[in-house]
Nanobody, 127 residues
């Protein structure tokens, strides 16, 4: 079965950290640019980070820049999102998506043309 599976979400206090994983099953992530998106209740889905096929290029939304780090491990067929200094406003369901682009294009394009989406993992920042 070809799928992406996110994990690593949970409940964390403000200022805390989480590491999300996006693991591929049935295909290799090496052929895909991977984007992380999130959707908070009542809000539209937001693209927050991207890593190119090669891993040489990354991109971050202003809302997470300096706090989140995206990386990929080909051996584990997994992409990670390290989230530090978490804020209340980071509360959302987080999704990863694989698109066939070579580089990080705009999040709208990635979203519209993603070949695979994960099912999402809930991140809740609360005291």
């Amino acid at each position: 079965q070809l799928q992406l599976v996110e994990s690593g979400g949970g409940l964390v206090q403000p200022g805390g950290s989480l590491r999300l994983s996006c693991a591929a099953s049935g295909f290799t992530l090496d052929y895909y640019t991977i984007g992380w998106f999130r959707q908070a209740p009542g809000k539209e889905r937001e693209g927050i980070s991207c890593i190119s096929r090669s891993g040489d290029s990354t991109n971050y939304a202003d809302s997470v820049k300096g706090r989140f780090t995206i990386s990929r491990d080909s051996a584990k067929n997994t992409v990670y999102l390290q989230m530090n200094s978490l804020k209340f406003e980071d509360t959302a369901v987080y999704y990863c998506a694989a698109s066939s682009y070579y580089i990080c294009v705009g999040y709208s394009a990635q979203s519209e043309n993603a070949r695979y989406w994960g099912q999402g993992t809930q991140v809740t920042v609360s005291s």
